[in-house]
């Protein structure tokens, strides 16, 4: 397995910016890719530095992109750069062109933790035909309630306008999904400030998604427990070892 830093120029931010990624060194037909994102406090290099993910996904057929979002939310910012679309759609395509991975449905996931988890939701049930399984831990689930309670300090991303029943608006999307969708798994610490967002999100999910898994234990916001839920989702989900 290689581990390769890259720094290039994207034309969608406007600006260099950079990933993290593991790539087989002897690919096998059928790669399977994980683009794996970052908490609001966090860098492209925050799962590689926490989490033994090199060591996880060691002589497996899976390239692994950890990519930098900033504080973005994984949005096209109202007064920022656009990171949705550079995700969605730029850095595939770097990835795809670069590296020679195809990236079809059935061989792409997509996961991450708090912001991050919110990033991967967002992205994979709003691009439902590219991701086949979503893995969210500790996430951000009901941004609407979040930026409501402050308005400011949301601004920059999500600017003064009502985001409900929009593309950002968890609930709504996945209440509105078409006849394509992805499998999810989903982890939350009842300990976690996150909690009561994850257990009212899990009770739409599971009207509406039938290939959804939600699972909860002991925790808080921290590592040791996305170390551990990483392993269960590459396990059941991606790789299934």
Not at 142 to 161: C, H, Q, S
Request: proline content about 4%.
């Amino acid at each position: 397995m290689a581990r390769l830093e890259c720094r290039f120029y994207s034309g969608v931010l406007g600006m260099r910016t950079n990933f993290i990624m593991y790539l087989p060194e002897k690919r096998e037909e059928g790669t399977k890719v994980l683009y794996l994102l970052h908490g609001l406090s966090d860098t492209f290099r925050t799962w590689d530095e926490y989490s033994a993910i090199g060591r996880y996904v060691r002589d497996k057929n899976i390239a692994v992109i950890m990519p930098d979002a900033q504080k973005s939310f994984y949005t096209d910012m109202k007064y920022g750069l656009p990171f949705y679309t550079y995700l969605s759609g730029e850095l595939p395509g770097f990835i795809k062109e670069q590296f020679n991975l195809e990236q079809k449905r059935e061989n792409t996931h997509i996961a991450g933790l708090s912001m991050g988890g919110y990033g991967a939701l967002k992205i994979g049930l709003n691009n439902p035909h590219n991701f086949k399984s979503i893995g969210a831990f500790s996430a951000v689930c009901d941004i609407v309630e979040l930026v409501n309670e402050r308005k400011d300090d949301f601004a920059p991303v999500f600017g003064y306008e009502d985001i409900k029943d929009t593309m950002h608006d968890l609930f709504y999307v996945v209440k509105n999904l078409g006849d394509v969708k992805p499998s999810v798994y989903h982890w939350c610490g009842t300990e976690d400030f996150l909690y009561e967002q994850n257990i009212k999100f899990s009770r739409v999910a599971k009207e509406f998604l039938p290939c959804y898994t939600y699972s909860e234990g002991p925790g808080d916001h921290s590592w040791q427990y996305w170390d551990r839920e990483i392993v269960n989702y590459l396990k059941n989900y991606v790789l299934g070892y």
